[in-house]
Every structure is written in structure tokens, then in C-alpha cells.
């Protein structure tokens, strides 16, 4: 024991934070193999034929499944899903509600980004009003789940919103509606429609996990060296006892 003196209190610094350093390091392990998988049923989704709505409602794993539709846009009710940028610039995404007449469901349709450089001036554009024949893609947040959950009412359209929650915009306007966003692919309705993936990469994540590993490992060994030191010191200090 007394090879080693760390002292007390930076013994119970490093009993407090050596754990919560690993812990976090394992984390950005988890997310960065959750990205991996997310990118990889992405990529199995790009060549993968469409299917319906009614399809859709069966199949155990709806994100990023592509659907085919056929109806018409309520432009009346327009949201505006605030602080996108694309290229540096900010904007807006426009969601929309289409009523998709072989299911006879609403959808929450996200039609693509517009930039917004004055926001004095709302921002403009045109929506279709005759019956169209689209594909887009299920979008499921990462890590997140749809809960139904109060909209405040307001009389304001185009709505501006910070989070697509379908179910609300369903239960406010009465309305039988999917519970997921619906990205639209590039076509006669769509705006910008490049929507990344995952907003950090399997690769930032690792980064972040070898940061936390070595920090734990720095703390423990600046606690390794520290102990040792005091040990030393104390050794090497005279002794006082009468001969």
C-alpha cells in the first residue's frame, strides 16, 4: 500500500468519472453500428419496387420502404418544418397532406426544401390541384417513436413547425392518417428532395468513441502516475521520531 498513495479525493474523482468516460465511449460504439445498420436498409431500399399504402400498413418494418400513390394534395393545411439548410443556405421543408385514394388515408407528405432568405417575406410556391400518381419513401426518425400527443389549434396557414408529428395534424383536423412522414422522390410535385440519410456519419461516431477511450485512459493513468508520485514523497520525507 504504500507503493501507491493517490489520496482520497482523487481516488473518488476517478471512481466518478472513469466509468461515465467508458460508458460514453460505448455509446458512440452503439450509435455508429446503428447508423451502419440504417444506411444498409436504406441502400436495400433504393432498387426495391414500391408498394401500397395497404401494403405498407402489414409489413413489420415500414422505414425507408418506397409506396406508390395515387390522389390529390390538401393545400390548405400546409406546414413548414423551419431550420433546413441545404448548400449553407436556409429554408424550409413543405409537408402537406395528400389523401391517397386506393388506401383512403391521409399522408403526410414532405414535398422537399425551398430556401427562405428573408423571413419577412413568407416563402412562396405552387401546389397541384388535379388528381397525380407519386412515389416517395417512409421516413422513420432514428431512436424515435410516433406518439400521439396534443397540437395547440391555431387558425395560421401555412403553419411553421420545428417537428413533423403526423398523428397530431391527424387528430386536429379529424382525419384517418398515417402516422409517418412521407419523403416524396424527385418528380412534378417534388422541390429539393436530398435528403441526407443520417445526420452524422457511422465514422464521426467511431471518432467520438476513440475520443472518450482516450480520455478514460489519460484519467487513469494521470491517477496511476499521481499515486505513485505520493508515494515516493512520502518515503522520501524525514522522519521525525527521537532516536
Not at 407528405?109 to 397525380?132: E, K, M, Q, S, V
Request: with cysteine; proline share 9%.
Amino acid at each position: 500500500m504504500n507503493a501507491f498513495r493517490p489520496g482520497l479525493l482523487p481516488s473518488a474523482m476517478v471512481l466518478l468519472l472513469l466509468p461515465c468516460l467508458i460508458a460514453l465511449g460505448f455509446w458512440q460504439l452503439a450509435r455508429a453500428e446503428e447508423k451502419r445498420e440504417l444506411l444498409a436498409a436504406h441502400q436495400a431500399q433504393q432498387l426495391a419496387a414500391p408498394i401500397s399504402i395497404d401494403e405498407l400498413e402489414q409489413h413489420p418494418s415500414p422505414a425507408y420502404k418506397r409506396v406508390h400513390l395515387q390522389g390529390v394534395f390538401d393545400a390548405g393545411h400546409t406546414l413548414l418544418l423551419d431550420n433546413r439548410t441545404r448548400s449553407g443556405k436556409v429554408g424550409v421543408e413543405v409537408l402537406q397532406p395528400f389523401y391517397d385514394q386506393a388506401s383512403g388515408l391521409w399522408l403526410l407528405l414532405n414535398r422537399g426544401w425551398l430556401p427562405w432568405p428573408d423571413r419577412r417575406i413568407a416563402p412562396t410556391f405552387a401546389t397541384p390541384d388535379t388528381p397525380l400518381r407519386l412515389q416517395a419513401r417512409v421516413y422513420v426518425p432514428l431512436g424515435e417513436a410516433f406518439q400521439l400527443q396534443g397540437a395547440q389549434p391555431s387558425p395560421d396557414w401555412p403553419r411553421l413547425i420545428s417537428e413533423v408529428k403526423p398523428d397530431d395534424l391527424w387528430q386536429q383536423l379529424g382525419r384517418g392518417g398515417l402516422s409517418y412522414e412521407i419523403r416524396l422522390e424527385p418528380g412534378p410535385a417534388s422541390f429539393q428532395s436530398d435528403w441526407p440519410v443520417v445526420a452524422m456519419s457511422p465514422d464521426k461516431h467511431i471518432g467520438y468513441a476513440v475520443q472518450w477511450f482516450a480520455l478514460a485512459a489519460a484519467l487513469l493513468g494521470l491517477f496511476i502516475y499521481l499515486g505513485l508520485s505520493n508515494a515516493r514523497e512520502t518515503r522520501h520525507e524525514p522522519s521525525h521520531r527521537p532516536a
